[in-house]
């Protein structure tokens, strides 16, 4: 049996990270707060990243149309089912969540923090979208609940994030992540592999970058092509590689060989909506890709932090 694990993944996985701290089921509550985005809005962009899809990163998120609470119940009322005594983390998932008035971001976090078997809230935002402010917030919310700020990062490469229409650049990324890191709240990153024109490389010295951060979790997501977007375009207009199956877990194996053994891999491949996909087909298939992923690192006899310096 690996360390950090409880079904011997060779990685340090987020159900490991759960039971450990509170010794019971844990689930995490996507919810849409009705929040935009300042790469939307105008702020610092119209038209969002490239591989957004109309939803904003939301697409598992819930209902916007409903209120916090019914969303909540609505998850919370499947999972009573088999799980009767879980516990709750009400993730705010959909575009940007710290991008909005305090007193707004007041009402809707708390209001999820009051609810029955709440333990914590995951919080997803962007670097440039945390003001002074809304940071002694989230400092004094992290000393009273289990607190995670999920940022997207993407990549480190910085002509990269100016392909993706990110908005913002790589020092922005480091210096909310210091800050926050400095008032002792916990950071999962999100990164894509497979971007346009990204070698194998350059994927890998993301996850050496962040490694050296010394970030609390990873993210790990294919980039896949949505219906509607600015990456649809592109890819029709210039045809770039789309990572095979076999490529993508070669890499991500890489990765994880180079992430301190800490780290909680908190995601390993992504869910697109079948509806909606352009491309690659192959990651409708989740579970086969994370079985590809833990076979392969039996095969090469390797693990997370195998690499690590």
């Known amino acids: 049996m690996f360390k950090n694990t409880?079904?011997?993944?060779?990685?340090?996985?987020?159900?490991?990270?759960?039971?450990?701290?509170?010794?019971?089921?844990?689930?995490?509550?996507?919810?849409?707060?009705?929040?935009?985005?300042?790469?939307?809005?105008?702020?610092?962009?119209?038209?969002?990243?490239?591989?957004?899809?109309?939803?904003?990163?939301?697409?598992?998120?819930?209902?916007?149309?409903?209120?916090?609470?019914?969303?909540?119940?609505?998850?919370?009322?499947?999972?009573?089912?088999?799980?009767?005594?879980?516990?709750?983390?009400?993730?705010?998932?959909?575009?940007?969540?710290?991008?909005?008035?305090?007193?707004?971001?007041?009402a809707k976090y708390e209001t999820i923090l009051n609810l029955d078997n709440v333990v914590g809230l995951n919080i997803a935002t962007r670097s440039d979208s945390i003001t002074d402010e809304v940071m002694d917030y989230l400092e004094e919310l992290n000393n009273k609940t289990d607190l995670i700020i999920e940022l997207g990062l993407q990549s480190m490469?910085?002509?990269?994030?100016?392909?993706?229409?990110?908005?913002?650049?790589?020092?922005?990324?480091?210096?909310?992540?210091?800050?926050?890191?400095?008032?002792?709240?916990?950071?999962?990153?999100?990164?894509?592999?497979?971007?346009?024109?990204?070698?194998?490389?350059?994927?890998?010295?993301?996850?050496?970058?962040?490694?050296?951060?010394?970030?609390?979790?990873?993210?790990?997501?294919?980039?896949?092509?949505?219906?509607?977007?600015?990456l649809e375009d592109l890819y029709k207009k210039q045809s770039f590689h789309i990572l095979t199956k076999e490529e993508y877990v070669d890499i991500v194996i890489n990765q994880l060989e180079v992430l301190n053994e800490n780290i909680v891999i908190n995601r390993i491949t992504g869910d697109p909506v079948k509806e909606d996909l352009v491309a690659p087909n192959w990651l409708l298939k989740k579970f086969c890709v994370l079985n590809e992923i833990d076979k392969e690192m039996v095969k090469r006899d390797t693990y997370q932090g195998k690499k690590c310096r």
């Open 157 to 230: 490469h910085e002509e990269t994030l100016k392909l993706i229409n990110r908005g913002h650049d790589l020092k922005n990324f480091e210096d909310c992540f210091k800050k926050l890191k400095s008032r002792g709240i916990k950071v999962v990153v999100h990164i894509i592999n497979g971007l346009p024109y990204e070698t194998k490389d350059m994927m890998i010295e993301t996850a050496k970058y962040l490694n050296e951060l010394d970030i609390d979790g990873i993210k790990i997501h294919m980039l896949h092509i949505i219906k509607n977007t600015d």
């Open 6 to 106: 409880l079904d011997n993944k060779r990685y340090y996985t987020l159900n490991y990270y759960y039971k450990k701290k509170y010794n019971s089921k844990v689930f995490k509550v996507s919810l849409n707060g009705g929040f935009t985005c300042p790469n939307k809005d105008g702020t610092v962009g119209t038209r969002g990243c490239i591989f957004c899809s109309r939803l904003g990163s939301g697409d598992f998120a819930g209902n916007k149309n409903l209120d916090l609470i019914s969303q909540f119940n609505e998850v919370k009322s499947i999972m009573l089912k088999k799980w009767p005594d879980a516990k709750y983390i009400g993730y705010f998932q959909a575009n940007t969540n710290t991008y909005a008035p305090l007193d707004q971001l007041k």
